[in-house]
């Protein structure tokens, strides 16, 4: 699949809307999102070409011509009273407004955003003139310091689930039954592949336990936005985790025993 990612406003000309407090401008976490997104995607097996550019003739060209099967712009809100929070996605055509419920589903999944909705837009350009399915994602209010502060510290999760809602609309697109899908193997091939399905703000792709925490953390094992390896398991959790894989976990102690030692043991259990 060929995905055109369009970060909005080109960081040399146009600045877009700016955070005033914190000199924050848009073109530069869109630009910030759309390396993200690119290295999301194409770690899934997607080609990707990448523009950001304030001239729109030249983006919806480049897409057109290439041609894309999957145009997404990024961008981020503003509001007079800076006042106004959170995510929406904007498409023009039905096939736009499915992928556009897939991403917006996806980033309300993994980032505690307000859901602003999947919005129909007649008028953005770079949606009317593309030929492809396109959508226009705006991540957040930049203007709003609430919601910038999920800009900077929620980015990959953004990334992740914009891609993450790519797939799922594909699978709708190409009619493919969710009962036919094994979704465990899918995961699992996407997880070899450095796909974050599962955003934990202290483990990451490159962590050595990446592939352990993903596949635990997609079974239910780790609910919260931190897996704390380092931290000793507590009782509650510890009867949690004993109850839900099967097994006694002998030698683990609470309040002692690592939370990743302790899943290190779930893990040669269970897999």
């Not at 080609?47 to 983006?59: F, G, I, K, P, T």
């Not at 990959?156 to 699978?171: D, E, H, K």
């Not at 097994?247 to 002692?256: D, R, V």
Request: a negative charge; charged letters at 25%; one cysteine or more.
């Amino acid at each position: 699949m060929k995905v055109f990612v369009n970060p909005g406003h080109d960081p040399n000309v146009d600045s877009g809307a700016v955070n005033i407090d914190y000199d924050v401008r848009e073109a530069d976490v869109t630009k910030q999102a759309g390396a993200l997104l690119e290295r999301g995607l194409k770690r899934a097996g997607h080609e990707v070409m990448l523009l950001q550019s304030d001239d729109l003739d030249a983006v919806v060209a480049a897409a057109n011509d290439w041609p894309a099967d999957i145009f997404v712009s990024l961008h981020c809100n503003a509001s007079p009273g800076r006042n106004a929070r959170g995510t929406e996605t904007l498409y023009y055509s039905e096939q736009g407004r499915l992928l556009g419920e897939a991403v917006q589903k996806k980033i309300l999944s993994k980032v505690p955003t307000i859901d602003r909705g999947c919005k129909e837009r007649q008028g953005l350009y770079v949606l009317r003139r593309t030929v492809m399915t396109a959508i226009l994602v705006e991540l957040a209010f930049i203007d709003n310091n609430d919601d910038l502060e999920l800009l900077e510290n929620d980015m990959p999760a953004f990334a992740g689930a914009i891609a993450a809602g790519i797939a799922s609309a594909l699978s709708i697109d190409e009619k493919v039954k969710v009962q036919n899908i094994d979704l465990s193997r899918l995961q699992d091939k996407l997880v070899d592949q450095k796909a974050t399905l599962m955003y934990f703000k202290d483990v990451d792709y490159t962590s050595p336990h990446f592939r352990m925490i993903q596949y635990l953390g997609l079974r239910g094992y780790l609910p919260e936005w931190n897996a704390r390896l380092q931290d000793p398991v507590d009782a509650a959790t510890l009867a949690a985790w004993k109850k839900l894989s099967g097994t006694n976990l002998s030698g683990i102690e609470a309040g002692k025993t690592t939370r990743l030692a302790t899943l290190e043991m779930i893990y040669r259990e269970i897999k």
